[in-house]
């Protein structure tokens, strides 16, 4: 069983950075997948960085290059920061948890970039 916490979020701006937290707590063994989606106005929800437990990354071709998704085994934690952040960014960003075929979700945290 696994609870994800997220932090962070809130008011950017274009070309400004924003920084988010997620942390995980419950009885789990480990964590096969842990990153970040996101939900964009009009939109379906999509990945946006995803790390494995032994820190493989991938990212969305979106933000390629601008964020960057940060994986501590040892808090339970993964981090994402986002730069040179975009209008089209603006959405409702979710952590997101794997653990074998069992998937778990934070709340969501708002992030919003005026064009």
């Known amino acids: 069983q696994v609870e994800l916490a997220e932090s962070g979020g809130g008011l950017g701006r274009t070309g400004g950075s924003l920084r988010l937290s997620c942390t995980a707590s419950g009885r789990f063994w480990s964590i096969s997948q842990m990153g970040w989606w996101r939900q964009i106005p009009g939109k379906q929800r999509e990945e946006v960085a995803l790390?494995?437990?032994?820190?493989?990354?991938t990212y969305a071709e979106s933000v390629l290059g601008r964020f960057i998704a940060t994986r501590d085994n040892a808090r339970n934690t993964v981090d994402l920061q986002m730069n040179s952040l975009k209008a089209e960014d603006t959405g409702i960003y979710y952590c997101y948890a794997r653990l074998g075929v069992v998937i778990y979700w934070g709340q969501g945290t708002q992030v919003t970039v005026p064009s």
């Open positions: 790390v494995s437990e032994t820190g493989t990354t």
